[in-house]
């Protein structure tokens, strides 16, 4: 009964968890804009990272070693520095942005000015990582983030024409009014927000922490190929209502409060209210994801001590660098910089480091030296290998998109 109730617990804070601000943001982007017409790349996205979660989660719990204790290792120094500085870029980004997404989360409730809000987030989130055990991040934080579940019953409760959302869906095709170019930069920002690369990163090192072994595989593949899928399906509602309450009067989505606008419509205040506990706990939950990733990758490269539960002691170097990715995070905010536009920023940067991130998982994933008999299958393989094409294919194009759309204008 236990083991089934870790299964169970461990499927709701995945779908509370999936979704964080680039998630949020982009889904509510893409929804006003082109409705269902990109679900395709949610679905593309999910698959993704269920494949490579799974493997690095694998890894874990059979080598006992996370991700970037074997990039240097398997990549040679300098390739793996540039694994590092390109991960370390995108994670720091995405760290901002997350802690600047609880600020604006706060401030639809306060009304504070934001720069008020931000240093006490970044306080709150260095206290967290500081004594916080792994159950309380991920358990309380994932199931208040399934508060995010009122998207779905705002798009229920505005009773859509289902048929025609499923054909949109089906069809992806462009909207008459939209330009090919512009097309195709969401649906590479939508593949890089689903596959951002501080989630492995996270999951691998935790499951370090955690002491799993290959008797947890089982548990952790439950985790990934449920959670994440009904994580995704969450998204897709975001995108839905958002489609039919911000569409049809062409409101852009450049702020969190338009985000929840849809479930206002939909459920008034007390859906609001839900929305907003969501939109808390769910980026809430990334900023310490993201802000233990800095850590992670830092002191793993470098084979220094790490690890949320090795005392400051014994590890000096990995809390100093969260202590520092905090305060800088929490700088950065403090210039007055645009959270939605960082989180914008961040996710098409994340596709264009998708590389660096998941080649080396599938190549130790394929090693037999670490995995013995729970290396990768003909199936984990083909799809790895197809998806490695699919990467750098969006990281090819991320950045000149970006600067040829002017950011999807």
Known sequence: MKKYLAVALGILTAIGGFV???????????GARFGLSLAWVVVVGVLGICVFAEMSGRVAAVSGRATFDLVRERLGPRLGLLNLLASLLITFLTFVAEIGGVALALQLV???????????????VWFVLWKAKFSAIENVLGLLGLALIVFAVGLWQLGPDWAALAQQAAAAEKPSDEHWRTFAY??????????????????????VEERWTPEDIPTMR??????FPLGGLLSLAIAGSAWLVLGPSEI????????????AAALGKVGLAFAILG???ATFGAACETGLSVGYSIGQYFGTQWGKYVRPSQAVSFHAVVVLATLAATA???TAVDPILVTE???????????????????VANDPDYMGEHVNGRLANGLGSIYLVVIGVASVAALPLMIWTRMGQ
Do not use: C, K
């Open 110 to 124: 306060a009304s504070v000015h934001l720069l008020l809000i931000v240093p006490l987030i970044g306080l709150l």
């Open 332 to 334: 950065f905010l403090m």
């Open 20 to 30: 964080d601000i680039g998630d949020l943001v982009t889904n509510a982007q893409v």
């Open 252 to 263: 852009s989505v450049d702020s969190l409060g338009q985000v929840g606008l849809p479930v």
């Open 186 to 207: 969401y649906s590479v920002a939508l593949f890089g927000a689903a596959m951002t690369p501080y989630e492995v990163f996270f999951f691998s090192s935790g499951g």
């Open 279 to 281: 939109f808390v706990a």
């Open 345 to 363: 920023v961040s996710v098409v940067f994340s596709a264009v480091a998708l590389p660096l991130t998941y080649f080396p998982i599938l190549v």
């Open 222 to 227: 439950a985790n990934v190929f449920v959670g």
